[in-house]
């Protein structure tokens, strides 16, 4: 049986983070691997603690008066929440040291280091740790399965260290199109788009950790779903689309929402029975889909530039450009979506993608 090191973002805070990794180690372990998650501490990914979490709040009670005891309990619960998620479901281990370096003797242990999915080559999520990109991997072990930059434009001082250490990867895959670009521009090598590992589950799999949480609605209701900031121009086309179903709203990602406790496995089960998904994240694009459920894409809005790569790679595999909002008039049935064809593109895609991970794990 291999042992294989998993190396992704850590933290309880990302329900796509969590659900990929989760992914990622049921995929291994069905294919007669050994996982374990390889826990990362850094300044940005470090699991906070009750003392961090209460500086924070003090902090920000003392800059912005909107800023309450009640969202940071919120944010507490919530933390728990994932927490408890990871350590009923993910192999976590912690073998790095303070200082984040990895002792020889525990590396000969593992058979491989696979380092994937989410953005774990975006630096501006990793500090620019080249721990993400398996430095202290020999190049024989290092696997990387459908790592993402999450950025189209890579910053000058990032590119030498992706070159230096890609160029001596074993096995290189990407989560989108645009990632595979830049990877030819920096080394000059192909490398093939698999699917996230998320999308290698049947809903079946995912149903299994679907947890409903207490107050989940009994009625027809609307996930709203945002990672970036919610423009007024943006409120105010959710406040058409929701107006004309009159369903209650579910805010997935707003502090002061009822359901903004909810785990990730709460999550799988609210995306599994909406009956609208409003999203600019890719995994509520990728659960919406798993689950045939209507969804509606906006572009994020981000700091950082367009992060739209990973769904547009996602949708065109699916044949479904049409869930952009954009290309949806507010006359036009929204819930009405055939997911015939985007199922038969899944499956071809996910054969592909898992025969890349086998051929990585036996050659």
């Not at 620019?128 to 290092?142: A, T």
Request: aromatic share 12%; proline share 4%; glycine share 4%.
């Amino acid at each position: 049986m291999k042992k294989i090191g998993v190396i992704t973002l850590n933290g309880y805070f990302n329900y796509g983070n969590r659900l990929q990794n989760y992914a990622l180690e049921q995929i291994l372990n069905k294919n007669g691997c050994y996982v374990e998650t390889i826990w990362i501490d850094s300044k940005k990914l470090m699991r906070s603690t009750i003392n961090q979490r209460i500086r924070v709040f003090v902090k920000k009670n003392l800059i912005d008066p909107f800023y309450r005891w009640e969202e940071f309990l919120n944010d507490k619960k919530r933390l728990e929440n994932f927490e408890m998620f990871s350590l009923k479901y993910l192999n976590e281990k912690r073998y790095l040291s303070k200082k984040n370096t990895f002792q020889e003797s525990d590396i000969n242990t593992f058979d491989y280091f696979i380092v994937g999915s989410d953005q774990v080559w975006n630096p501006h999520y990793t500090s620019n740790s080249e721990l993400y990109l398996l430095s202290f991997v020999p190049p024989h072990k290092r696997i990387a399965y459908a790592p993402s930059f999450g950025i189209s434009t890579i910053p000058s001082d990032y590119k030498k260290v992706i070159q230096t250490y890609l160029l001596n990867y074993k096995n290189i895959s990407v989560r989108e199109e645009e990632g595979s670009r830049i990877i030819k521009d920096l080394t000059g090598k192909n490398v093939p788009v698999v699917l996230d590992p998320t999308l290698l589950l049947s809903n079946k799999e995912w149903m299994s950790i679907a947890q409903p949480p207490t107050n989940k609605p009994k009625k027809n209701y609307i996930v709203t779903y945002f990672l970036g900031e919610v423009s007024d121009e943006r409120q105010k086309y959710i406040d058409r689309v929701t107006e004309k179903y009159n369903y209650k709203i579910i805010k997935l990602a707003n502090k002061h929402d009822e359901f903004y406790q909810t785990d990730p496995g709460g999550f799988v089960d609210l995306i599994k029975d909406a009956s609208l998904v409003l999203t600019d994240s890719f995994h509520g694009t990728v659960f919406s889909i798993i689950f045939e459920r209507p969804f509606i894409v906006f572009e994020r809005e981000n700091k950082h530039g367009s992060m739209r790569s990973r769904i547009d790679t996602l949708l065109r595999i699916t044949n479904l450009e049409s869930r952009n909002v954009e290309n949806l008039e507010m006359r036009d049935e929204v819930t009405n979506i055939d997911f015939r064809s985007a199922k038969n593109q899944l499956e071809t895609e996910k054969t592909k993608s898992i025969d890349y991970l086998k051929n990585a794990l036996e050659t």
